[in-house]
C-alpha cells in the first residue's frame, strides 16, 4: 500500500464524520423552524404604509412566513382564529385596538406602526385585559430628544426653542425641558386648554423662539392650524420643526422620520429575536430614521442647511454618545 492511499483514508473518514454531523445540525435546524408557531400580521387597513411595512416584515422574516391580514378581512373569521398564531403582529392603531380586545389569553402580540400617545391610551383602556398577555410596541412618532437634536444640527447658533402643547403633548412638558436643555436650549412653552385659540398663543411664543417645534397633537396642528402656523414661521423668519413628510413639502424646514420601510425593518429584528429566544423587547421608537429638509425654505430663511445624510450622521452621533 502506498502514502498516498494511507493519507487518504483518514481524510476520507474525517470528511464524512464532518459531513454528518452538518446533516444533524441542519434536520435539527429544520425541526426547529419548523416547530416555531407562525406569525399573523393584521393591517389596520390595506393602505400603501401597511402594506409597506407588512412586506417588509415577511421578506426580512427568518422563521416560519407570517401571513398577513387586512382587519376587515379578520372581522370575518372565526372567534378562535387567533389562537393558531405566535405572536401576533398588529400594525396600526385600530389593528393593535381590535387585537387587544380578542385576542385569547397568553398571546403575545407587537404592536408596529402606532404612535406612543395612542399606544399609551390603548394600554388604559385594556389594562385588566393586559394582564393575561405579552406585548410590545415600537412607535410610529419619534422621540423628543430627537426632533430637539434635529433643530440643534440646523440651527448651531440657536438658544430658544418654542412649542405649543395641547391635550396629548402636555403630559410630557418634562421630558420637552430636560431634552432642551441637554441641547443648549431654553424651551419657550405655552399649553394649550379647550376653548384657547392656538393661532393667538403661537404667536408671542414664536416671536420669543429662535426656532419651531412642531409637535403632532391633533388640538393644535390640523388642516386650518397648519397652514397658519407656517405663515407666521415665514413672517417672523422663524424656521419650523415639523413632524411629517407633508409637513416639509408644505413649508416646514426638516424633519425627522422612520419610514415604513424602516419601521418593518424593525418590527421583522423583533420577530426574528422572539423566535431565537422566545423574549420581547420593551417598547421602543424606532431605531431606525431618516431626516426630510426643505431646501427652498432653507433658502428662503438664508440658512445654510446640510444634506440630509449629514443630519442623520450628527442625530446618530449624539445617540451613541
Known amino acids: 500500500m502506498d502514502k498516498c492511499g494511507l493519507t487518504r483514508q483518514?481524510?476520507?473518514?474525517?470528511?464524512?464524520?464532518?459531513?454528518?454531523?452538518?446533516?444533524w445540525l441542519c434536520i435539527i435546524k429544520l425541526c426547529v423552524a419548523s416547530a416555531a408557531a407562525q406569525a399573523l400580521i393584521v393591517l389596520s387597513n390595506e393602505q400603501q404604509p401597511y402594506q409597506i411595512v407588512s412586506r417588509e416584515i415577511i421578506l426580512q422574516s427568518e422563521g416560519?412566513?407570517?401571513?398577513?391580514?387586512?382587519?376587515?378581512?379578520?372581522?370575518?373569521?372565526?372567534?378562535?382564529?387567533?389562537?393558531?398564531f405566535s405572536p401576533i403582529i398588529t400594525v396600526g392603531s385600530a389593528a393593535t385596538d381590535?387585537?387587544?380586545?380578542?385576542?385569547?389569553?397568553?398571546?403575545?402580540?407587537?404592536?408596529?406602526?402606532?404612535?406612543?400617545?395612542?399606544?399609551?391610551?390603548?394600554?388604559?383602556r385594556y389594562s385588566d385585559r393586559l394582564q393575561s398577555l405579552r406585548h410590545t410596541a415600537l412607535f410610529l412618532d419619534q422621540p423628543y430628544y430627537r426632533h430637539i437634536a434635529l433643530a440643534r444640527a440646523v440651527q448651531p447658533s440657536a438658544r430658544?426653542?418654542?412649542?405649543?402643547?395641547?391635550?396629548?403633548?402636555?403630559?410630557?412638558?418634562?421630558?420637552?425641558?430636560?431634552?432642551?436643555?441637554?441641547?443648549?436650549?431654553?424651551?419657550?412653552?405655552?399649553?394649550?386648554?379647550?376653548?384657547?385659540?392656538p393661532l393667538q398663543m403661537?404667536?408671542?411664543?414664536?416671536?420669543?423662539?429662535?426656532?419651531?417645534?412642531?409637535?403632532?397633537?391633533?388640538?393644535?396642528?390640523?388642516?386650518?392650524?397648519?397652514?397658519?402656523?407656517?405663515?407666521m414661521s415665514y413672517q417672523q423668519h422663524i424656521p419650523l420643526i415639523g413632524f411629517s413628510r407633508s409637513y416639509v413639502d408644505a413649508g416646514a424646514l426638516a424633519a425627522v422620520i422612520s419610514t415604513p420601510e424602516q419601521i418593518g425593518r424593525q418590527t421583522a429584528e423583533i420577530l426574528n429575536r422572539f423566535n431565537e429566544s422566545g423574549a420581547l423587547p420593551q417598547a421602543s421608537y424606532s431605531a431606525y430614521f431618516s431626516v426630510i429638509t426643505n431646501p427652498q425654505v432653507a433658502r428662503n430663511l438664508n440658512i445654510e442647511l446640510p444634506v440630509p445624510s449629514q443630519l442623520e450622521a450628527r442625530l446618530k452621533e449624539v445617540e451613541q454618545r
Not at 402636555?170 to 384657547?196: I, Y
Open 10 to 23: 483518514p481524510l476520507n473518514c474525517g470528511a464524512r464524520i464532518m459531513l454528518s454531523l452538518f446533516g
Open 64 to 84: 416560519p412566513v407570517p401571513q398577513s391580514i387586512s382587519l376587515n378581512n379578520l372581522h370575518q373569521k372565526p372567534s378562535g382564529y387567533l389562537q393558531q
Open 98 to 124: 381590535y387585537v387587544f380586545a380578542k385576542a385569547p389569553a397568553g398571546s403575545q402580540i407587537i404592536s408596529s406602526f402606532i404612535p406612543q400617545p395612542g399606544y399609551r391610551r390603548l394600554l388604559n
Open 160 to 197: 430658544s426653542l418654542g412649542v405649543i402643547l395641547g391635550p396629548t403633548t402636555g403630559k410630557d412638558l418634562q421630558a420637552l425641558e430636560t431634552a432642551s436643555r441637554a441641547r443648549g436650549f431654553t424651551l419657550n412653552h405655552d399649553e394649550l386648554v379647550s376653548n384657547d385659540n
Open 202 to 231: 403661537l404667536q408671542p411664543i414664536m416671536a420669543r423662539s429662535d426656532i419651531f417645534l412642531a409637535l403632532p397633537d391633533q388640538a393644535i396642528f390640523n388642516r386650518t392650524t397648519a397652514k397658519w402656523i407656517l405663515f
